[in-house]
Every structure is written in C-alpha cells, then in structure tokens.
C-alpha cells in the first residue's frame, strides 16, 4: 500500500510548492502622482493582439513606464467587458476596437480624447473619429483566400470578384464565418452589402446559398475545420473568408521553407478593419496612457505589427519580406460608413440569419 | 444517518465547518453571477421584470429551450445505454489491461472541448472513418454540423461518467443473490432486472442527472460540432453577453437554465437516491475472468469503447506526429524553444509549466474547501442536506462567460479587487472542482462506521484523537482521489480560465487555443502536440487516482 500511495504524496508535495511560489510576480512597482517614470499602463486587448517582447522592453526604457498586458477574449468580448467595467476600467488603453464595433464604444463614452502628435504620418481616411477619442493603429483586410491546390484539382480558376462566387461553377466551394459569431464573417457580409448594396447583398447570399455555401461558427472552424488550404486540414472547401495576411503566415509558420505560399488572396473581396486604441476613462496612468498611445503610433511598434498580429501598420514604414512577397494589399477594399454599420449591423446579421441559415 | 440527537457542540461544528466554503463559494461564484443578472434584469436603473416573461416566451427562447431540452435527454438516453455494458465489465470483468482501461474512459471528460472537438470535427467530417464507412455501403455521411454529431460527441464525452459511477456500484453489489435467483429458476435478464437493477438505480440516477447538467448546459462541443444552426442556451447566453451585450436576455435565460439545473438536481434527489444505506459493499473479489458467452460481451465492449473514445483521441496524437517529412517529434521538438519571443507566444513548455502550478493550487483549494463541505454535510440531516448538497452543484450549471463576467463588475473594489490577481485562476477552477470533491469524500465519511468512533470514545480518546485515529485514517484515500481528479479537472479546464489567464502566463489550453488561432502548420502542429501532452498527463494523473483512490473518485 505504501508504495501506491507514493506519486499522489509527491502530487500533494507540488501543490504546496505551487502555493508558496504561486505570487512572485507582484513586484510591479507603484505609481507616483506626478511623473509618468516608474507608473505602469495596462493594455486590455484581444486574444489576436502581441507585441515583441523587446519592443515592450524599448518602451520601457526610453519612458520608465511599464505596460502590463491583459487580453481579454475577442474584440467583441473586450469591447463587451470594457463597457461593462466603465467608470472602474481593468485597465488604462483599450487596444483592437475596430471600425464595426467603434459606434458601440463612442457611443458608451468609453474614452478620453487625445490627438497624438504621431497621426502626421497617419492617412486621414483612416482617422475616423475627428475628436481623437480613438486612434487608428493598425489595418486588416478580411478577404476571400483559396486553395490553389484544391481549385486546380477541381480544374478551377480563382473568382475574381465576389459576384464570381454566385455562378454554379463554384457549387460547394466557400465556407464562410457567421457574422453573429465572428467578426471576419461580420466583415464579409459588409463587404456584400457594400458591394450588392443594402437592398441587393439578399439575392447574393441567396444564390450562395444555392450554391450549398458553408456556415462555420468562428474562424478556427472555418480555416482549420472546413477549408482545404490549412495546413493538415481535413476540410474540403478550397475557399474561404480569412485575412489578406494568412497566405504569408502559411509560409512563415510552415514547416519546411516554401517558395510560394499555398493559398492566394481574391483581392476584389476585401473587407478594411481598422483596428483603434482609446484611453478607457476613468484611468489614473493618463499622462502615461498618453504616451502608450504615441508609442503603438511609432516606427519600432508599427514595424513589429505585421509578424505578431497579421495586419499591417497605418504608418509607412518597411514590411517584413513575406508580406511583400505573399501578402495582398488590395488597392481598393471595401469599407461602409461606421455610422451605417452600427444603425444596421444586428438587422443584417437577423436578416442574413434568415436567408442563409432558416 | 445519525444526526438526529447531536449535541450542541456538533451542531457548533457544523456549521463552523461550512463557513469556509460559503465564503469561498459566495465570493467566488454566487455574488458575481447574482451581480450580473441583476445588472442584466435592472437596466435602465429599475427593475423590469415584465420583460422577463417577454423573453421567455418569444420564439427564439422557445426553439432554443426546446432544443437544448431534447438533445439533452437524448444525449443522456444514448449515454446510458451506451455505457451499460462498460458499467458492467468495470463491476464485475477482471481482464488485462484494466486499471488502464478504467482511467483512460475519463480522458474526454477532463479535456477541454476545444481539443477533442477539434479531433472529432475529423471523425465525423469527409475524410473521417465514420465516411468511409459510409462510403462501404454506398451512403454519403457527413456529419459535421448536425445534432447527430453533437449527441454522439456528449455519449463521447460523458461515457466514462456512467461506465465508471455504475460501475463501481455494481462491484458493490453481491452477486450471490443474483446466483440465488437464477438457481430459483429465474433466467439471466429477470435476475438482472429484479435483483441487480434496483440496486444500481440510485447509481444509475446520479449519473443520469450529472450527464444531463453537461449535457443540457454543453458549449464548446455544440459551437464546434453543432455548426451555426444549432444554439443551446448556454451558447446563446454567450453570444448575447459577449458579442451583443443584451445582458437583459442573457440574464433570464441564465435564470431559465438554473431553473432547469436545479429541476433536474430535486428529480435526482427524489429518485431515491440514498446515500449511507446499502453499505455492504462486495469490492474487487466480485471480478472474475469472463466465462462463456460472457467473453463475447466483455470484448464486443472493450471494442466498441476503445473504437468510441480511442479513436478522436488516436487522431489527435497522429496529428501531432505527422509532419510534413513524414512521422516524427518536430513539432514537441518545437514547443521547447519557439518562444518567438514576444509577449503572448511564451515557449509552450512554460505553458505546461504554469498547468501544473495553477492545478496544484487549484486542487488544494478544491481539496480543502470541499472537504470542509463534506464534513458539514455529513453532520447535516434530512432535506437541509440534500438541499445545502445540490446547491454545491449549482457551479456546474452556470455559464462560464456569466461567472466571468460577473467577476468583472462584482470584484472591482478593494478589499476584493481581485479582477486581475493571480488567485482569481486557480479559484474559479476550484469552484468547478469542488462539487466531485464532496462527492467523493461524503459517501466515504457517512461510510466510516459510528461504531468504531464510539469505541474510540469509549478506550477514552478525546474527539480530537478520534477524529485522528478512525476518520483522517479511513479518509486518507478518498481524499488523495478526490485531490487527483481535481488535478485533472485543472488541468484541462478551459471554459473559465479563458476569462482570466494572465498574458503571461497562459495554461496549457489556453495555448492550445491561441495557437489554434493563427493560419501555419507549425501553429496547428503544435497545438495537437500540446494536446498530446495534455491527454497524457490527465491520463496519467487519473492511473494515480484510481490506484490510489477507488473508482468511486469524482462518484456522483
């Protein structure tokens, strides 16, 4: 019996370890009123948000200031959390609202205003907020991918447009995202309703349907579950709603070098999410939240952008090899008035709900 | 039960011994989600109750409750019966292999559904074997996306909750009777049915009703698997809180589900479930090697379970393996030293690291604050006991997101700003925890006999020695089982710990799915060599358990 009994006291033993050591990170050191040297900022962020570990450390060097990050969820979900908590924020910047959500978070009175004096190198469509409650950070565009592969099996060529996906050619190609669940699927109907307009999208999306278009929960689903691109896939879909950024990250994350990516962008199909950073108001850090928000504007910043988070950077500054050579910037990608999206966006998703899914 | 005529001082005890886990379980659980649905029920300053009827009867509500209802029974119909002969071999089969058998069943139970949805998403979907099946006998089956495969994956789940409870119940009872009926002239079946079955009932109901809760209140396995047309509540209460912020909806279908949880708890307790009798207990002398057609059944069952749990599991650890030069370690190889050395991306070893850290201290909690209920509620009598007994289930109910939520707006203020502490991890998986504590630990501590505490009292040994010498000794394996199970239970949790992991210190599912989250092979690669890791490491810890412990760990 002793001798059973032996791996559980060592379990046991681990525990009380764990217990005793379990804090040894608490040394983050306290604010003082006045200076901004030596306070710390907390970045609340989505799950899709990262940042080099070195970059961080430049910030801190150059300001004394230390940035704790706290991810939190999706940018949905944040955004959800953020409002929730107002008034007694989690933390002091928001980072990843995005132009589909942006109404919901001025309209709450989430942030404080700043202008950084960094927007000079910023392009003014992208400044979306004339009060600077928010600040462009970065860009994404949701785009059609395909599997060059499993289209050329299927002695297909790439659509060009969207309008290509609703002839019977395509029958049993596309899976696509909800939109009540994901926020690319979300990004993909706003490039329909954009393109069709707001009374024609319904008679698209009824011929995808036709066309047995799939409907997969969230990105992971689709990307990994349905669509035949993905590396190790068991999908069988060689088109997909995904990011004018994953062809260069199947290469950069591939297992032996590629000399071309696997799957290729539609470029006439893209969606522009622009991802902002606000002051969540109520914060004590603001002269430090300040200058976080002039730091994620700044070259060494932007230029870490494109291999941590797989969208590209509002200011001009180099981008990594891969994305020049795999990536697509489309020259013209969809974009709907953020005030449109947001007196809209729930009687689309019903009325898509509707047409597609009932 | 012999609570009837304790003195004061018990009566003391009792409830001393329940002020630790209603603190905890308050601070942890039931103030923030009361907070939350009150916010949700109180917008715009008052209360509006009228729109809680509004909700409840819109169509929406109607479809979704029903449909969370129906597959619920079903799936719960189809575990039962789809794990009886697994309940059967576990009580009375001795066969090579066992103890391994036994703790590998509980593997999908304890990982998070995430992971094994993934793996099972390649089961059901073209290229899977159920297609090729399929394909046999000339019929196009794909399965992705249909309820079909969402009441297979909660048998898949859930199977080892029935194989293992009734199992164990069934080595408990005596198998001369049944001997007896059928030299009476009785056959097989009627011996069965009239001798064994009532005897495996309360069994049989307690994992009945807990494959039911999971059941009913299923998430991840419906979102993956289930596809866009299909919502639980559980699903929807996520969707309207996270994405939509309809927190007025959301709160009266929480309501709706605890209604329905704490229904499906009373039904439970009234199916006559009663626990301290029937203590005679056969044990592992009732195993014998199958004999006759008995061999049959015994390997068409160790078949059927390794095809159902074996399968999802093995593809995931192919996949682990199959790289893009043909099988090999690159991928575990990886998780050692890809840190990219950015923030989020930590080395996928801390990961396993901080898995094992946060489930110590989780399962301690789990183990103390558990354990300290189990004693009030053994001390407890009549309906205040089922009662104080079923509200510790309550957690089990409660959508992940509400609790998690709840602690955003109900643990912002000093003393208990605790939105971002370190403990806030370990805590909430300890609430998840702490109900298959007590369920182990109060069968075991109304099993100590009273007979041997009194004779204890009697030789003069004062109740601090008694306690001592006859409870802490009797007690000692069911306590390292119920601390192993709640190990396991960490280390695959997801659901909660998604809400509040630390940038930095991300466990092992939470890695698994941010790496999930990004297009590569590298990234999918890793993520199933992680969830290799993780299978193994629950399997394992479960081995302990069982060798430790009894099979009656985590018994319902």
Redesign the interface.
Known sequence: MNR??R???A??A??????A???D??ATPEADGGGTDGATV?LLTH????????V?DAFTEETGITV???????A??ML??A???KG?P?GDVLFGVDSTFLS?ALDEDLFLAYESPALEGVDESLVLDPEHRVTPIDTGDVCLNYDKAGLADAGLEPPEDLADLADPAYDGTLVVE?P??SSPGLAYLLATVAEFGEDGWQDHWRALRANDV????????A????FSG???????RPIVV?YAS?PP??V?????PLDEAPTGVVEGSCYRQIEFAGILSGTEEEAAAQQLVDFLLSPTFQEDIPL?M?VYPVTDVDLPAEFVEHGAQPEDPYLLDADVVAANR?AWIEEWTEIV?? | MSTAARPRRGRALTGAAFVVPIAFLGVFFAVPVATLIA?GLRAGGRWELGTVGEVLTSPSTRSVAWFTLWQAVLSTVATVVAALPAAWLIGRIRFPGRSVFVAALIVPFVLPTVVVG?AF??VL????PVAAVGSVIGVDVDL??TATAVVIAHVFFNYAVVARTVGAAWMAVDPSAEAAARTLGADRWTAFRLVTLPQLRPALAGAASIVFLFTFTSFGVV??LG???IATIEVEIH?L?????DLRTASVLSLLQLAAVIAALALYRRAGVRRGTARARAGRSVLHRPAGGERWVAASTITSAALLVGVPLATLVW?SV????GPGF?YYRALGSTG??????VPPVEAVRNS???G??A??TALVVGGLAAVGLHRLGGRARGLADSSLMLPLGVSAVTVG?GF??AL??PPLDL??S??LI?AAQAVIAIPFVVRTLLPALDAVPERLREAAAVLGAPPRRVWREVDARLLRRPA?GA??FA?AISLGEFGAT??I????APTVPVAI??A??????????QA?ALSTILLTLTAA?ML??D??GDARVGGF
């Open positions: 059973t009994r791996p559980l006291i379990l046991l681990a525990a009380l370890v764990a217990t050591c379990g804090d990170d608490d907390t799950d899709s948000f990262d940042v080099s570990d070195e961080l704790e990050l706290l991810p939190s969820g999706d949905g979900s959800n959390q409002i929730l908590t007694s989690q919901r909800n009540a669940t799939e409907v997969a929960a969230g990105w992971e689903e990307y990994y579950g349905s993905a590396a190790g896939s068991p999908g069988d995904s994953s990250a199947e950069i994350f591939a297992e032996e941590n797989f729930d899914l009932r | 916010t993934t998403l390649a979907g073209p290229d899977g992705r996306r979102k993956i596809g866009p047309r969707r809180t996270t994405q939509l912020l996949r199959d790289t893009a030069g690159g990219r050395g950015s923030a989020l991306f094992l850290l946060i110590a201290a399962a301690t939520f955003l707006i912002d203020e939105r971002t370190p403990v370990p390292l601390l192993g190990y998604v809400f992991a630390r940038a930095d799915f941010r999930l989250s990004q297009p590569g092979a590298l990234n999918v690669g199933m810890v302990l358990v060798r430790v």
